[in-house]
Each structure stands twice: as C-alpha cells, then as structure tokens.
C-alpha cells in the first residue's frame, strides 16, 4: 500500500482517538444530563452515557462549575502583577523546594531501567519522564531524538504537547473570569457573534459549554474532508519517507468555515457531553478578542512570563524557542518521520510546542495558584462534575490531577499528585503508542519516599 495513504489512515486513527486531547486509560464518562453548575469535559469521539472519564479518552475537559464570585474576587489576596514574580514554588501548600535533590541512587536506576526498557522496543524511539517531588527530582531521558543520526534524547528536549494546550487556554480564560472581563456564562454570541450565527444553538451556547465539552457542536477533526486536506497538502520525501506539512498560522474563523458550518449539533448544549476540539478553537477566539492582542501573546504574557517558562511557543503563530525533537508516525512496520507536518489547525485545542521543565513551571504555578488572585479558582478548576472525573479544563484520575495529549508524531502527559505536591511528565516522540500506562511503573518506586516525606 502507497506509504502516504498508510500514514494518512494512521493519522486518522490517531487524531479521532487521542491526537488532541488528555491520556491516561480510559475515559469514565460523563453524565447524560449535565448538571449547569458543573460541566464535565473528556475527549472521546462519542457521547458517554453514564460513565467517568479518564484522561486518555479525555482529550477533552470535564465541566466543574464555579460561582462567578470564585472567578471574581473584589479583593484579591494578591494582583496578577504581583503574582506574576511568583514561581510555583512559592505557593503555601503546594511549594516545592527551590533545590530539589535526586532521588537515592538505586531508585534513580529502577526508574531510568523502566524508560530504557521501553525504547530498547523501539516504541517508543525516545522519551523523557521528570519526577518533581518537594525534596526529591527525577530528570530521565532514553533512547533517539532523531534516528536518521542517532542523536541521544535530552531531558528538556522540545515536543509538541497535544492536547495539554487545552490547560492553557483553560488557565487563560479563568484569569478574564477573575478579571471581571468575562464570566463563564457569557453566551459565544456576545463575544463572537458572527461566528455564533453560524452555529447550531449558537444564541445558547456559554463559554462554560465550551469549556466543559457541553455544547454539542461538531468536532472539526471529524469532518469528512479534514484528513483528506491533510492527505492533499502534505508531501512525502521518496527517498527518505520523511512528511512534510507546511507551517502556516491558520485563520481559525476558515478552520470553521471549512469544517464546522453546516453541521449539526449533536445535542442541545448543556444536555450531554461530548469531546470537541472546536469549542477549543472557540475559546482560543475569545481570548483574542477579550485581550485584543494575538493567542501566542495571550499564553506569553499572562503564562510564560510570570513563570519563567523560556521554551514553550505555539507553534506556527510564533517564532520558535526550541527545535522539536523528531516525532514518528508508524506507517506499517516503518517509522515514518513526520517532525516537518505541522498541524496547526490545532492552535488553542492543541497547537503548543515545550519541554519537561516548562510543564513542571507550568502545574507548579497552575496548581500552587500563582497564575491566580483567588485560590477559589484553582478549588473550582480541580472539583469534577457530579459523575464525571473532570474538571475545568483538567482530568482528575487515581489521585493525579493533569491532561495528557497526543499529536502526530507526539504523546504526552503532565499529571499532579496533590497528595505528595509532585509533578509527572512524559513525553514521547511518537504517536504509536502513549506514556499513560508508564506513569503507575514510573511512581511505584518513588512512593515510599514520598510518603515517608509526609
């Protein structure tokens, strides 16, 4: 079979059943009725009956409601200046220590054992896991950044993150509702009412739908022409194999025009629950509109900055901060280079580029609540609707908070235990197979020096 239709088919396979979205096994569902306090968000292709949802089939986000005085506080504890000096580790109950040591020498070995276990297979061809605990930190690497040269994995090497870009967005617009700019009950109409004409329901949906996947609006992905634009556009290398998709910053409203108009609701918003990257591509517009300045700038001023994040970058919109690792597709028995196939339809749904250090940033800062004047908001963000596990643009599983993503090419996780104040992330720079299994075999080891440390 012709290599690019192979490849073409296990991208489809890809994006419809995790490309941008979270991981960690699978999804619980969301309930049939969703309760307006408490959305729920999960990525799956497919309306969940009465069922919890997990991270893997969660690509999406389990609405959890907050009151809008959660959102909104008439005296904040402290301003979004203030707090933008503020690295996560600064935070009261979630505070990690400025200089963590390595964990003991034979737990250091057990877990880099199990990530080398795992590239000796070959799937995947290289990966990173980064274990930041209060006392202890793990930083562990294996296997290639790149096979045509063999070049060894780095610890912060740069992957795209999927559907881990779903928190950002999520942080971003709970920082407008803090702000007083918005509320998350805000019809789309007031903020995009062009665009809302254009969809069903579209003088009901709330930004709260979006957010928690409530809306019923149909997934771009799954349009029937999106994969065959793809299959159309990208060019493949017949000497090397290696795919290309040209980078370019892709106006979201013809994302819509081409692939969501016209389509039917697959429920009345509020109603049932269902994965969507659209309401992503959405919300990733009404920050635009809110902040009047591009997402990429969003992400930096209101992220990056206060952080110290020097490495993450939406891909496309943006000029690079760090070159990718290369990422591989499995097109039958071959790996298949698709590093240059860039799919930044994605944008605000799952279009952003970081590393392990970044991503500890990143949930030291989300979860600690320096992104934040209210640590109502972070109560709010982590509370799972009623039957669901998740909760504002967050999967709550077996005591981790987080998302996990996939992107051709790409898996990734980023988990908080809040338990131990400890931070998971893995990355994988393919999309044959994820790191959510990984994570149970990676924390074993390290538990019983967490506990002990309580």
């Given at each position: 079979?012709?290599?690019?239709?192979?490849?073409?088919?296990?991208?489809?396979?890809?994006?419809?059943?995790?490309?941008?979205?979270?991981?960690?096994?699978?999804?619980?569902?969301?309930?049939?009725?969703?309760?307006?306090e408490?959305?729920?968000?999960?990525?799956?292709?497919?309306?969940?009956?009465?069922?919890?949802?997990?991270?893997?089939?969660?690509a999406?986000?389990?609405?959890?409601?907050?009151?809008?005085?959660?959102?909104?506080?008439?005296?904040?504890?402290?301003?979004?200046?203030?707090?933008?000096?503020?690295?996560?580790?600064?935070?009261?109950d979630t505070?990690?220590?400025?200089?963590?040591?390595?964990?003991?020498?034979?737990?250091?070995?057990?877990?880099?054992?199990?990530?080398?276990?795992?590239?000796?297979?070959?799937?995947?061809?290289?990966?990173?896991?980064?274990?930041?605990?209060?006392?202890?930190?793990?930083?562990?690497a294996s296997?290639?950044?790149?096979?045509?040269?063999?070049?060894?994995?780095?610890?912060?090497?740069?992957?795209?993150?999927?559907?881990?870009?779903?928190?950002f967005?999520?942080?971003?617009?709970?920082?407008l509702?803090?702000?007083?700019?918005?509320?998350?009950?805000?019809?789309?109409?007031?903020?995009?009412?062009?665009?809302?004409e254009?969809?069903?329901?579209?003088?009901?949906?709330?930004?709260?739908?979006?957010?928690?996947?409530?809306?019923?609006?149909?997934?771009?992905?799954?349009?029937?022409?999106?994969?065959?634009?793809?299959?159309?556009?990208?060019?493949?290398?017949?000497?090397?194999?290696?795919?290309?998709?040209?980078?370019?910053?892709?106006?979201?409203?013809?994302?819509?025009?081409?692939?969501v108009?016209?389509?039917?609701?697959?429920?009345?918003p509020?109603?049932?629950?269902?994965?969507?990257?659209t309401?992503?591509?959405?919300?990733?517009?009404?920050?635009e509109?809110?902040?009047?300045?591009?997402?990429?700038?969003?992400?930096?001023?209101?992220?990056?900055e206060?952080l110290?994040?020097t490495s993450?970058?939406?891909?496309?919109?943006?000029?690079?901060?760090?070159?990718v690792?290369?990422?591989?597709?499995?097109?039958?028995?071959?790996?298949?280079?698709?590093?240059?196939?860039?799919?930044?339809?994605?944008?605000?749904?799952?279009?952003?580029?970081?590393t392990?250090?970044?991503?500890?940033?990143?949930a030291?800062?989300?979860?600690?609540?320096?992104?934040?004047?209210?640590?109502?908001?972070?109560a709010?963000?982590?509370?799972?609707a009623?039957?669901?596990?998740?909760?504002?643009?967050?999967?709550?599983?077996?005591?981790?908070w987080?998302?996990?993503?996939?992107?051709?090419?790409?898996?990734?996780?980023?988990?908080?235990?809040?338990?131990?104040?400890?931070?998971?992330?893995?990355?994988?720079?393919?999309?044959?197979?994820?790191?959510?299994?990984?994570?149970?075999?990676?924390?074993n080891?390290?538990?019983?020096?967490?506990?002990?440390?309580?």
């Amino acid at each position: 079979m012709n290599k690019k239709l192979i490849l073409t088919l296990t991208l489809i396979l890809l994006l419809l059943i995790g490309c941008s979205s979270p991981a960690q096994d699978e999804p619980q569902a969301a309930p049939t009725e969703v309760v307006t306090e408490a959305p729920v968000e999960m990525e799956d292709t497919t309306v969940q009956d009465e069922t919890q949802t997990t991270q893997q089939d969660v690509a999406a986000e389990t609405p959890a409601e907050m009151e809008e005085e959660t959102a909104v506080q008439d005296e904040p504890q402290t301003s979004q200046q203030d707090v933008a000096a503020e690295t996560p580790a600064e935070s009261d109950d979630t505070a990690a220590q400025d200089d963590p040591q390595a964990f003991p020498t034979e737990v250091v070995a057990e877990l880099q054992a199990e990530i080398d276990a795992l590239t000796a297979g070959g799937f995947p061809p290289g990966m990173i896991a980064w274990i930041d605990a209060p006392d202890y930190q793990f930083a562990g690497a294996s296997g290639s950044a790149n096979l045509a040269d063999g070049t060894p994995m780095s610890s912060e090497g740069a992957f795209r993150i999927g559907s881990i870009t779903k928190m950002f967005t999520a942080v971003v617009i709970m920082q407008l509702a803090e702000d007083g700019v918005l509320t998350l009950d805000d019809p789309l109409a007031l903020w995009l009412p062009e665009v809302a004409e254009q969809l069903p329901y579209g003088d009901q949906i709330t930004l709260r739908h979006l957010l928690t996947h409530t809306s019923g609006l149909f997934n771009v992905v799954e349009h029937e022409s999106y994969y065959a634009d793809i299959f159309m556009e990208m060019v493949v290398d017949e000497a090397t194999g290696n795919v290309t998709l040209d980078c370019v910053a892709r106006d979201p409203n013809d994302t819509l025009a081409r692939y969501v108009y016209g389509k039917e609701a697959q429920f009345e918003p509020g109603t049932q629950w269902r994965y969507s990257n659209t309401n992503y591509t959405l919300l990733g517009m009404v920050i635009e509109t809110a902040v009047q300045m591009p997402l990429a700038e969003a992400y930096r001023t209101n992220i990056y900055e206060p952080l110290g994040m020097t490495s993450t970058f939406l891909d496309c919109y943006e000029a690079p901060l760090a070159d990718v690792v290369h990422g591989y597709s499995a097109a039958g028995d071959t790996m298949t280079d698709v590093t240059e196939l860039h799919e930044s339809v994605g944008w605000s749904a799952g279009g952003l580029v970081s590393t392990a250090p970044d991503l500890i940033a990143f949930a030291r800062g989300l979860f600690g609540g320096a992104l934040f004047d209210n640590p109502e908001t972070v109560a709010a963000m982590t509370t799972p609707a009623p039957g669901s596990a998740y909760g504002l643009g967050i999967m709550l599983q077996d005591g981790y908070w987080g998302h996990a993503g996939g992107i051709a090419g790409f898996r990734s996780v980023l988990n908080y235990a809040p338990e131990f104040d400890t931070v998971v992330v893995m990355l994988y720079n393919t999309d044959a197979t994820g790191p959510e299994q990984l994570q149970a075999e990676i924390m074993n080891p390290v538990l019983p020096l967490l506990q002990a440390a309580q």
